[in-house]
Nanobody, 128 residues
Framework: QVHLAESGGGLVQAGDSLRLSCAASGRPSSLYAMGWFRQAPGKEREFVAGVSRAGSTTYYADSVKGRFSISRDNGKNTVFMQMNSLKPEDTAVYYC?????????????????????WGQGTQVTVSS
């Protein structure tokens, strides 16, 4: 079982940037495709970005395309998400998740139920 721990959230102003990190332990992160999801108050958890096991294939929700960038360092068992040009509507708890069923180059999946392990989340708040 892989364990995930997010960090890097905080309170920022609209237009600012943040970099989230997700550290994996217990099993090598290279065994999993990785995704970032978010959940705002009163809303369902939604897919934000994903990266293949190899790190070569990424996929983004339309709402963040061009502003967010996901990457991974398998040697450090860490996944990152660079968030630029943040908007108030990006305010949410951000979760890192691991998908063990993914192939090495597979396009990341986008459904919550596709992911087997989750971190505790990190709060991102963007003020206008």
């Amino acid at each position: 079982q892989v364990h995930l721990a997010e960090s890097g959230g905080g309170l920022v102003q609209a237009g600012d940037s943040l970099r989230l990190s997700c550290a994996a332990s217990g099993r090598p992160s290279s065994l999993y495709a990785m995704g970032w999801f978010r959940q705002a108050p009163g809303k369902e958890r939604e897919f934000v970005a994903g990266v293949s096991r190899a790190g070569s294939t990424t996929y983004y929700a339309d709402s963040v395309k061009g502003r967010f960038s996901i990457s991974r360092d398998n040697g450090k068992n860490t996944v990152f998400m660079q968030m630029n040009s943040l908007k108030p509507e990006d305010t949410a708890v951000y979760y890192c998740a691991a998908d063990r069923a993914a192939g090495w180059y597979s396009t990341p999946r986008v459904q919550v139920d596709d992911y087997d392990a989750w971190g505790q989340g990190t709060q991102v708040t963007v003020s206008s």
